[in-house]
């Protein structure tokens, strides 16, 4: 559960795959913070990158910048020390969980590198739920059956759909990232760019600490401060984690998942998880279908959605899942989907639609469930972050307001590339593509 980067509850990133013959990658969607979209690094970022550790063995040669930062880094620990045993931390946890602590400029390299990632909705989803990680899902869901099954029991959250958040965190507990998590986090609050946020965090990791749910040098993670095999935040650890076991701590860091899965079903169970209601179902619409009515705010029970021609892929109508809503992640030439309240759920986890979808598909496929049907738009491209930023500056030039130029494609741009469509006379499916910036050039 990532409370990342202010989206809602997890760390972000890379992970490898579970079977020594079949490691891949785990990727997570890269979510930044209302408003970071676009700003220029620190110039202790700038600094940091031309520090990466693979150089610094290289050379073997301490440079006066890296002194200059650790100097600076141990300076910055004094001032936070005070703030920590304000806020309720012992002098003797924060002595150990900063003994050997220094400056790491590989984890402001990779916070910096966050906005070049770009990736298409099917190429994220052909990782996230590649022919391996159901493979390796349904193992695990045969090994730890026994334990996944009184957790469903205990928080009414089934569970495919912990294993499914499990398969992305951390490919089923194969990699739950080595980073020294005190390090992260006091590099990323000494840094600057979210230094509120991140401070935040480390207070509460060493709150953790304090309460003897771990040691400092057994609390790894993501370089991004996310732990375990679910990768929570520190302070979505203080508020949500669960001590499954019983034995008075909640471990989350242990190779026995038991605590860090059901702290999964607790999160989602806490936001309102309904059992028995899938997140989505892939649908066919018909033709001349209002891709105006494909907005998350117009909601219709799935028999009203069959009267205009929206149906499964089966051809009939939806089973009644409650109100649902039209997505279209790719715009009209992809995969459309009625997603209902529980895709709201697992939002909270990740707020990237890439990310939620492919929890619920990899779910789905641990359950038996059919690959999407429907065929993606293969031949497009993801835009990068500057085409993200030439084509909102493009539509608000011809009149068509994003009400901002950050590189995130959210509902204003949405809504201004569909008004933009309509003036074109094109289909307008919000969908902001390489072919919609061209024609905006």
């Avoid at 946890?93 to 050997?100: E, M």
């Avoid at 739950?176 to 207070?203: C, H, P, W």
């Avoid at 009515?293 to 009939?316: C, E, F, H, M, Y």
Wanted: glycine share 10%; aromatic share 10%.
């Amino acid at each position: 559960m990532r409370l990342w980067a202010g989206a809602a509850f997890f760390g972000v990133f890379i992970t490898t795959g579970m079977m020594a013959q079949a490691v891949e990658q785990s990727p997570r969607p890269i979510t930044r913070p209302a408003g970071q979209q676009g700003i220029m690094p620190s110039a202790k970022t700038l600094v940091a990158q031309s520090l990466r550790p693979s150089l610094r063995k290289a050379s073997m040669v301490k440079t006066s910048d890296e002194v200059a930062l650790n100097h600076g880094f141990q300076d910055w620990i004094g001032g936070f020390r005070i703030r920590a045993m304000e806020a309720g931390i012992s002098a003797q946890v924060l002595d150990a969980a900063f003994d050997g602590v220094r400056y790491d400029p590989d984890v402001i390299a990779r916070d910096s590198n966050q906005a070049e990632f770009t990736r298409t909705i099917w190429q994220y989803l052909d990782s996230a739920v590649s022919d391996t990680r159901i493979a390796n899902g349904k193992a695990a869901l045969r090994d730890h059956g026994t334990r996944l099954q009184a957790i469903e029991a205990r928080y009414g959250v089934e569970k495919e759909v912990v294993a499914a958040v499990w398969g992305l965190e951390s490919a089923y507990g194969s990699f739950r990232g080595k980073n020294d998590i005190v390090t992260s986090l006091a590099t990323l609050a000494y840094d600057g760019r979210r230094g509120a946020f991140f401070e935040q965090q480390l207070i509460a990791a060493l709150k953790i600490l304090q309460n003897g749910d771990t040691s400092p040098r057994n609390m790894t993670g993501s370089w991004a401060g996310a732990m375990g095999h679910t990768q929570f935040m520190p302070t979505s650890y203080l508020e949500y984690a669960v001590d499954f076991t019983g034995n008075g701590r909640r471990d989350i860091w242990s190779d026995d998942p038991s605590d860090a899965l059901a702290s999964t079903a607790a999160y989602l169970a806490r936001f309102g998880w309904k059992k028995g209601q899938p997140w989505g179902v892939e649908v066919t619409l018909p033709r001349g279908f209002d891709f105006a009515l494909a907005d998350r705010a117009i909601t219709k029970s799935p028999a009203n959605w069959a009267r205009i021609g929206v149906r499964g892929v089966n051809g009939q109508p939806v089973p009644n899942h409650g109100e649902g809503a039209i997505l279209l992640p790719a715009g009209g030439r992809g995969a459309a989907f009625m997603i209902f309240d529980n895709f709201a759920v697992i939002e909270r986890y990740n707020s990237a639609d890439a990310y939620v979808i492919a929890v619920g598909h990899l779910s789905d496929r641990l359950k038996g469930g059919a690959p999407i049907q429907a065929e993606w738009p293969r031949g497009d491209r993801a835009l990068t972050q500057n085409e993200r930023m030439e084509m909102q500056k493009r539509l608000t030039e011809r009149g068509f307001d994003t009400q901002g130029v950050d590189g995130r494609i959210g509902p204003r741009t949405i809504s201004a590339v569909r008004s933009f469509q309509i003036a074109q006379g094109m289909a307008p499916d919000g969908y902001a593509s390489l072919q919609l910036l061209n024609r905006l050039r």
